[in-house]
């Protein structure tokens, strides 16, 4: 990660909801211009955020993705309680990280207002892990930090290493963070003489002694059930919606895309929250691992802005034959929206191909710059994991980050997303953003502070 002196000084404000604390920031009918350069048909009236100014798309131009990079610590506005007061006490709280993506570590300990731990992991000539910290953690609360992303046995291998090292040097509780579960596809047997190997992951990390897990967007749920200690399933839909909201989309226009049948409750709760959008579903039939083929499409998309939403890209293969289909049925644009770039070949090749107006991920697995593609963004979830990591720490709630509304239901404590009708019949009705009132509209313990990227310079 660049330093803030080394970033771009352009700054992106998404503005998904708004609240009374934003009130001297934010009017309570947000608008905002379009971001991109690029020739857009979207209607006039359309779901906006503020922006302070526009993106800069030089990067686009010049082939290279559109990386957003924090600079202030804040969460998505998507997320807002009134019980979101945390006792950040740091006072026995460690966070060490693996060497699988010691940037969003970087990133997270920054949020958190921390430094990482020193902590020394380096493999024998034969290829053996050796791991040790290097300060103490005698009755702290240790976090590490290491998704399992490919090398997938690796970087396992090192978590549970780095798991032992803690509970050796005598740490009050381990939590592992694992902002990418691998294995979690294999999380139940589709045929005869299979292994489960997520519920032999869990097994692993939970005998290593790790005393509890912080996981993004895990596969399928069930996969929870496999840990015999508490799980939290942290739901990175918040960030990717934000960033949604700063697209000049019409609610009229929009049309949220399950790339499977399987994919169908996460579609619609994503639909949900972008002011009740129609939902459609790819029918595929999968012929063997990595190997899928489109069969149907069950829903309009016709003149319509699709967004295709997944847990995960691996191959592409699913995602891109599905946005073939979508445009073969007459969609006008096409947008990919998932959780964990995987990435595996030959998914560049399928994503740069055109299909795809743009291709919108996290961070959850670092993106090697050999597979940037100028329509690629990168969204960042360290603030997500650094609130849930204090909330952990500090026995606060989690309702309000944890909670994901996989079946469309009202957050209690968010405010209002209203469709408006427009003055003429020959307008599009715009969604408009407008904040719950509230009898203080200073109270700091109202709203989760307004989320602020900036684009990263070359």
């Known amino acids: 990660m660049q330093s803030s002196s080394q970033k771009s000084s352009s700054l992106l404000t998404p503005s998904f909801l708004s609240s009374s604390r934003c009130s001297s920031l934010l009017s309570s009918r947000v608008s905002m211009v379009s971001n991109d ?12 955020c503020d922006m302070a100014e526009p993106i800069n798309v030089e990067n686009v131009r010049n082939g290279k993705p559109n990386i957003p990079i924090l600079n202030e610590r804040t969460l998505p ?81 090192e978590l549970l290493i780095m798991i032992d090292a803690c509970r050796r040097a005598s740490a009050k509780n381990i939590t592992a963070v694992i902002p990418y579960f691998g294995y979690a596809r294999a999380d139940r047997k589709t045929q005869g003489r299979e292994s489960i190997a997520a519920k032999l992951v869990a097994n692993l990390i939970t005998e290593a002694g790790a005393n509890r897990v912080l996981a993004c967007d895990i596969h399928s749920g069930q996969s929870m059930g496999y840990f015999d200690i508490p799980v939290d399933h942290l739901y990175c839909q918040p960030v990717i ?11 009229n226009d929009l ?40 069969m149907n499409l069950i829903g309009d998309v016709k003149g319509k802005v699709a967004v295709m939403v997944d847990d995960m890209i691996d191959t592409a293969g699913t995602i891109a034959k599905g946005a073939a289909l979508l445009h073969q049925e007459g969609a006008r644009e096409v ?124």
């Open 37 to 48: 350069s690029r020739p857009k048909t979207f209607a006039l009236n359309s779901v906006r």
């Open 77 to 157: 506005k998507f997320l807002e309680s009134e019980e979101n007061s945390v006792n950040k006490n740091s006072s026995r709280l460690k966070l060490f990280s693996g060497s699988a993506n010691p940037a969003l570590s970087q990133e997270i300990a920054w949020y958190m207002g921390l430094e990482l731990g020193k902590i020394n992991i380096k493999r024998f000539a034969d290829g053996e892990i050796y791991v040790q910290l290097q300060e103490s953690v005698r009755g702290c609360d240790v976090y590490l930090l290491q998704p399992t992303c490919p090398p997938a046995n690796e970087n396992l291998t």
């Open 241 to 251: 919606l934000d960033y949604l909201a700063s697209k000049t989309i019409s609610s």
């Open 255 to 294: 049309v949220v895309v399950s790339p499977d049948v399987g994919g169908v409750a996460r579609a619609r709760a994503f639909a949900k929250k972008l002011s009740d959008a129609p939902l459609a579903i790819v029918d595929k039939r999968r012929q063997g691992h990595n190997v899928a083929e489109v």
């Open 335 to 458: 947008y990919a929206c998932c959780t964990h770039a995987v990435f595996s070949p030959p998914a560049i090749e399928r994503l740069s191909s055109g299909l795809f107006q743009e291709v919108i991920i996290t961070n959850t697995i670092p993106v090697a710059e050999k597979n940037y593609f100028p329509q690629l963004t990168i969204l960042s979830v360290a603030n997500l994991l650094g609130e849930t990591i204090w909330r952990v720490h500090d026995d606060c709630s989690q309702f309000i980050v944890i909670n994901t509304n996989l079946e469309g239901k009202e957050l209690e404590h968010r405010t209002s997303m209203e469709l408006t009708e427009s003055q003429s019949r020959d307008e599009d009705p715009v969604i408009q953003i407008v904040p719950e009132s509230t009898s203080n509209a200073n109270d700091i313990t109202g709203i989760l502070p307004i989320p602020v990227v900036r684009e990263m310079e070359e």
